[in-house]
């Protein structure tokens, strides 16, 4: 009799139940009908508090943020903020699919907090409001931007075999080749007697691009974007 009567009753979820599901299915497999049979619910369940599957991406993201040891809001403006960005790239690396949910628009409330957080700090710093927003929005751009893009590379990899060292920066020359008029060659044995030294470079320079550990190429555009916003936008202090 007892076990019946609680046969009848629709189990009860919590958000962060919800949430830490969201994370174990992944973005890239994420759907209702995974979610839902995770949890061992029934489809109207889940819809009291995700109505579509953006809601479920919200709740994974502000999880997952939630999880991250942010760096403290104080100090000289450039560390901090460059803390910043290297935690909110790893805090989407950690989470394969998670970026480019946040380049499509799906940003949770806990991100839009982030920003206005960061932004005050620069504030505190010295920034005009103008210029700290400014600032935020380039470095935080940066990081969703190049997360999104290792992703969609990484799609590359899986299907061309192990390492980034497969995929060839031919198809891109190539293109751009055939775009401005001019006869792409994809043969790499003979490269490099055939096309102009620039081209030779570029092409060499691309494959170092791609086959780079994201990280590294990461750092490398967030100190251009560092310096870029020391030159023109930053307070002139010492600090600087």
Same mark, same amino acid.
């Given at each position: 009799m007892v076990e019946s009567a609680r046969r009848g009753r629709p189990p009860r979820i919590s958000r962060d139940d919800i949430a830490r599901t969201v994370l174990d299915v992944g973005f890239n497999e994420l759907t209702f009908a995974a979610v839902r049979d995770r949890l061992g619910v029934g489809e109207s369940t889940l819809y009291r508090h995700a109505p579509d599957?953006?809601?479920?991406?919200r709740i994974g993201l502000e999880q997952a943020l &939630?999880?991250?040891?942010? *760096?403290? /809001? &104080?100090?000289?403006?450039? *560390?901090? /903020?460059?803390?910043?960005?290297?935690?909110a790239w790893q805090a989407l690396a950690?989470?394969?699919?998670s970026a480019t949910?946040?380049?499509?628009?799906?940003?949770p409330a806990a991100m839009a907090a982030l920003f206005v957080d960061v932004s005050a700090a620069l504030m505190r710093a010295g920034f005009t409001a103008e210029h700290a927003?400014?600032?935020s929005d380039l470095v935080f751009d940066l990081v969703a931007d190049n997360r999104r893009a290792t992703e969609h590379l990484d799609e590359l990899v899986s299907s061309a075999g192990p390492g980034r060292a497969r995929i060839s920066a031919d198809w891109f020359v190539d293109e751009a080749e055939s775009a401005s008029g001019t006869s792409g060659?994809?043969?790499?044995?003979?490269?490099?007697?055939?096309?102009?030294?620039?081209?030779a470079a570029l092409r060499e320079s691309v494959q170092a691009a791609i086959v780079s550990e994201p990280l590294a190429w990461f750092v490398a555009k967030l100190d251009v974007v560092?310096?870029?916003?020391?030159?023109?936008?930053a307070p002139q202090s010492a600090d600087t």
């Open positions: 599957r953006d809601a479920l991406v &939630a999880d991250v040891a942010w *760096p403290a /809001l &104080a100090g000289p403006w450039r *560390p901090m /903020l460059e803390s910043y960005a290297h935690a950690a989470h394969p699919g949910e946040v380049a499509r628009g799906v940003v927003v400014l600032s060659q994809s043969d790499t044995a003979s490269v490099s007697p055939r096309l102009a030294p620039e081209r560092l310096a870029g916003i020391t030159a023109t936008l």
